[in-house]
């Protein structure tokens, strides 16, 4: 989206310009030798310092042998407090990814332990749990069983 708008900005710009220079190009037939040619010097001059922003493409910087990734040994302006807070999305993702893989193994253990009281204190054949469907009917009674707070 910032793309069209940036766009759109360039186009709108352009227009502008060309219209200037349309209503400028106009009126200046009017004018006297003396006083054309000093406005032609001063357009020839305006163009000769204008700057020229240099855009380098990604087919540029692959050609010369760098990526299109932060390079860390460039000298591009980056401080310590960039590159760090370049990094810290990273770090973030990895502690959370870590966190959720330990919530997930404290909740195996916790579904363990619920088959394991369930078939120590029932009076069932041990055959009966041996059947995949009998988990999954302990976890539908146990939550049925189950006393809600209100």
């Known amino acids: 989206m910032t793309n069209s708008l940036q766009k759109r900005a360039d186009i709108l710009q352009d227009r502008f310009g060309l219209k200037t220079?349309?209503?400028?190009?106009?009126?200046?037939?009017?004018?006297?030798?003396?006083?054309?040619?000093?406005?032609?010097?001063?357009?020839?001059?305006?163009?000769?310092?204008?700057?020229?922003?240099?855009?380098?493409?990604?087919?540029?910087?692959?050609?010369?042998?760098?990526?299109?990734?932060?390079?860390?040994?460039?000298?591009?302006?980056?401080?310590?407090?960039?590159r760090i807070g370049s990094v810290l999305p990273l770090v973030a993702l990895v502690v959370g990814l870590l966190v959720i893989n330990s919530i997930q193994n404290d909740n195996r253990a916790q579904e363990l332990a619920e088959v394991d009281v369930a078939l120590l204190t029932d009076e069932l054949p041990p055959a009966a749990f041996a059947d995949p469907g009998f988990v999954q009917y302990l976890k539908v009674t146990r939550q049925a069983q189950a006393p809600t707070v209100q």
């Open 21 to 82: 220079a349309s209503y400028l190009s106009a009126g200046a037939a009017d004018l006297p030798y003396d006083i054309s040619e000093r406005l032609r010097a001063a357009r020839f001059q305006a163009v000769s310092n204008r700057k020229v922003a240099k855009t380098q493409t990604a087919g540029g910087i692959v050609g010369n042998g760098g990526s299109a990734a932060l390079t860390w040994g460039s000298d591009d302006g980056l401080s310590w407090w960039a």
